[in-house]
């Protein structure tokens, strides 16, 4: 109402008053959409993201989330991985990953589980309302909290095509960030069996990510591990649900 | 489906085939969803050193569910994980009895490694599922988990895991008398290889991990007269998939 008022103030010139008052419509025009559906975007889609840990030993530390469309690569095999995906790797902190993300034009929105690590036979689950594109793409990243540099997670997954009630799920596989050493030495690793370091930005690793070999542990050997055999994982750690609710 | 709502399909089926006879029917109404499709599934056993117990292969719905990866695992699956029992699963009304479309030990015992076994199922269902015991352990499982089979002419191939029913203590002890009991705290029923030991304290304590999970895999030593582990670590670990299963669709 007050653009109305304005556009009566008579000091305009009939030009500029013809200009607002386009302006002016276009906006109300533009509104009027969103005011015929109580304010929410009819392109709204909203995915509840669920991880379930699968492992025996192994806490989950909070998601990583992003949502994007396939220009995004969170991380290659074989390729070194970033500093924010090191960071979440080495320390469980999703924050640096999420933040690299954000910098990203074809990353959507991005978010991290708000409940902390979740341990063996618990899950999590996140809710997201995006502006729904047939290409939407889905990576979530978490890490192995009794390991040196272990995460599992799943990226690029095609999320866009889903109709509203449509659920699928997929099982996620262990990576090597191969920026720390695999020494399970208790002063290196974060978790509940260690309570030793996290981030350590000197990478005496491969430094290119890898599919991870597991861990070793005191019970097999390695006597220096703070690991024992409950920690250990085979292939795949985790399975991921996405519903479309909206 | 219950076998309630499984014997109504059924009996769909024979009037659309008692229509088909009497009227002629199109072609088109002849593909319906009641026809009944054969399904040939081998499985394959790719591990090293395991057996399979008899193997239960059973078709049904898309809202059937025999185990849920991540979900607890009902005292039938309990059954089949820690002694390689079918008979509760046979008595649920998810599997129902043996029928056409659900088969038990189609290898007639167990199924060693490298070797295959195939159970043709004729069926208007639409999902798959199959599971056995993985031996010698407390109670991993190999699951194919309500897999949807296409209804078009074609073989489709799955690679399975070996799951961890989640309800017993991997201390890998091989039971050395007595009949295999779901009450047991521990205790694998059976080395079928003959190439176990004797005489392990145990590995594990309780699982931490009380739902169906990925199976960590065996620890095993070697020592074949003591030490923590019956098994024997160059013999009966594996890495997943431990199965293949081949469906054969003949519509």
């Known amino acids: 109402m007050r653009f109305f008022q304005q556009k009566q103030h008579p000091h305009l010139s009939s030009y500029l008053a013809i200009t607002v008052i386009s302006a002016i419509l276009l906006t109300l025009s533009a509104c009027g959409d969103s005011d015929n559906n109580d304010n929410t975007s009819n392109n709204d889609a909203t995915y509840d993201i669920t991880v379930y840990n699968l492992t025996n030993g192994q806490p989950f530390t909070p998601l990583g989330i992003v949502v994007h469309d396939s220009a995004y690569m969170p991380w290659q095999l074989g390729e070194t991985v970033t500093m924010g995906l090191e960071t979440l790797a080495e320390s469980g902190d999703p ?56 995460f599992t997670g799943i990226r690029n997954w095609n999320i866009g095509e889903l109709a509203v009630g449509d659920s699928v799920s997929t099982m996620a596989r262990v990576y090597d960030a191969g920026t720390e050493a695999n020494n399970e030495t208790a002063g290196s690793m974060p978790g509940p069996a260690a309570m030793g370091e996290g981030f350590n930005v000197v990478r005496d690793d491969l430094d290119r990510l890898a599919v991870h070999s597991g861990v070793v542990t005191a019970d097999d050997g390695l006597l220096t591990s703070a690991l024992n055999e409950s920690h250990r994982w085979l292939g795949q750690a985790a399975k991921v649900m996405v519903t479309r609710t909206q | 489906m219950t076998g309630n709502t499984r014997s109504t399909a059924r009996n769909g089926f024979r009037k659309h085939s008692l229509a088909l006879a ?17 399904w040939d599934v081998t499985i394959t056993n790719l591990t090293n050193g395991n057996h399979f117990t008899p193997l239960l292969v059973t078709a049904h719905d898309h809202d059937t569910h025999l185990f849920q990866v991540g979900m607890p695992a009902a005292l039938p699956i309990e059954h089949m994980a820690e002694c390689g029992h079918l008979d509760p699963l046979l008595a649920t009304p998810e599997v129902g009895a043996i029928d056409a479309d659900t088969i038990a030990n189609p290898a007639t015992g167990l199924l060693a490694p490298g070797a295959s076994t195939t159970a043709m199922l004729v069926t208007t269902e639409t999902h798959l599922s199959v599971v056995a015991m993985v031996l010698p352990t407390n109670d991993a ?49 059976g080395a079928p290889g003959m190439d176990a030991g004797t005489n392990g304290t145990g590995v594990a304590t309780a699982d931490s991990n009380a739902m169906i999970h990925v199976h960590r895999g065996v620890l095993g030593d070697q020592d074949t007269a003591g030490g923590n582990s019956d098994l024997d670590s160059t013999i009966h670990r594996w890495q997943n998939p431990v199965a293949k299963i081949t469906v054969t669709v003949t519509p």
């Open chain 1, 95 to 150: 924050s640096a990953f999420l933040t690299e993300a954000n910098a990203d034009s074809a990353v959507v929105m991005s978010t991290s589980s708000s409940n902390g690590p979740f341990g063996p036979g618990n899950s999590e689950t996140v809710s997201i309302t995006v502006d729904h594109a047939a290409s939407l793409q889905l990576t979530v990243a978490s890490m192995l909290a009794n390991t040196n540099d272990a």
């Open chain 2, 22 to 38: 009497l009227a002629g029917l199109t072609t088109a109404f002849a593909a319906s969803a009641t026809q009944a499709a054969t």
């Open chain 2, 141 to 189: 499982f190999l699951g194919l988990e309500s897999q949807h089979i296409p209804n078009e002419a074609g073989t489709y191939t799955y690679y399975v895991n070996a799951y961890d029913a989640g309800t017993e203590a991997n201390d890998e002890v091989l039971m050395t008398a007595g009949a295999c009991s779901y009450t047991d705290s521990g205790m694998m029923p």
